[in-house]
């Protein structure tokens, strides 16, 4: 019998990715989006049900998980992708963003997964796999609200798994690079141009990430590490993505803060 797969955030990128080669090999695929009306090509693939979620929403959050049963009758794993960057200086963001991006990334997330343990619970297996970054073990300035949710996708994510282990079910945490998603362009990005003391700092990062996603990494190798992780059979907890995260993640922990910030602040030119 094929296993079920239910990832969130699917129309476009790392979740589109993911769900195309879950297919691909066999697999029931639950695609989930906030605007399923606008698919056309999940829709006509075999196997494939393309569901209605907004993870910021309960009610949401139980249609897509009944409908998921519905169609396919259990759910094995569960790829927590849904998510979005916010960044700009703290002073100039106002509540309501920084409210948005915690109840996607952070809250949604564990909606959704506390949601699906249950069905997991009741099967004694499956996997759950949060799409963390590299930036979930560092940071990057301006990015306290993105940084934030994705210190908290590892922290909880960490803990999460030796609770789940008591019902057969491993939790993965997967850290991508710069994807060649237009990450830099889909920003909910915060300025106050009268706040001229980070005028120099937000050029210089902007910049800087302009130029990082010239040398981005493919959604379909993300995928190909999110079929890995799921398939392995392993309790391997991290698989960071693309040679930036490698090398980012392998210096972080390689260095004291002082020599990691130092390198930072060198390589974007504050």
């Not at 916010?86 to 949601?115: C, H, Q, W």
Request: proline share 3%.
């Amino acid at each position: 019998m094929s296993k079920t797969i239910m990832i969130t955030g699917c129309s476009s990128g790392i979740g589109r990715a993911t769900a195309n080669l879950f297919q691909q090999n066999g697999w029931n695929v639950v695609a989930t989006m906030r605007t399923p009306q606008r698919e056309q090509e999940l829709t006509k693939r075999e196997n494939v049900l393309v569901a209605a979620l907004d993870v910021t929403k309960p009610e949401s959050i139980e249609s897509a998980i009944s409908a998921a049963l519905t169609r396919f009758r259990r759910i094995d794993v569960l790829v927590n992708n849904a998510g979005f960057g916010a960044y700009g200086p703290l002073e100039a963001t106002k509540a309501e963003s920084i409210r948005r991006e915690f109840d996607t990334n952070v809250l949604g997330m564990l909606a959704m997964t506390k949601a699906v343990i249950p069905h997991l619970r009741v099967n004694r297996e499956g996997v759950i796999l949060n799409i963390a970054s590299m930036g979930g073990r560092f940071a990057f300035p301006l990015g306290a609200l993105y940084h934030g949710t994705k210190f908290a996708v590892e922290g909880l994510s960490e803990a999460l798994s030796y609770e789940m282990a008591a019902i057969g079910v491993r939790v993965k945490i997967v850290e991508p690079g710069m994807i060649d998603t237009g990450f830099s362009k889909a920003l909910d990005f915060s300025n106050d141009e009268r706040l001229t003391e980070y005028r120099e700092l937000v050029t210089k990062v902007m910049a800087g990430f302009a130029e990082a996603q010239k040398g981005a990494s493919k959604p379909e190798l993300v995928a190909e590490t999110v079929f890995r992780a799921v398939t392995d059979g392993t309790d391997q907890l991290r698989y960071p993505v693309g040679r930036d995260a490698e090398a980012m993640l392998a210096a972080r922990e390689k260095q004291d803060d002082a020599a990691f910030f130092r390198g930072l602040r060198q390589q974007l030119g504050i």
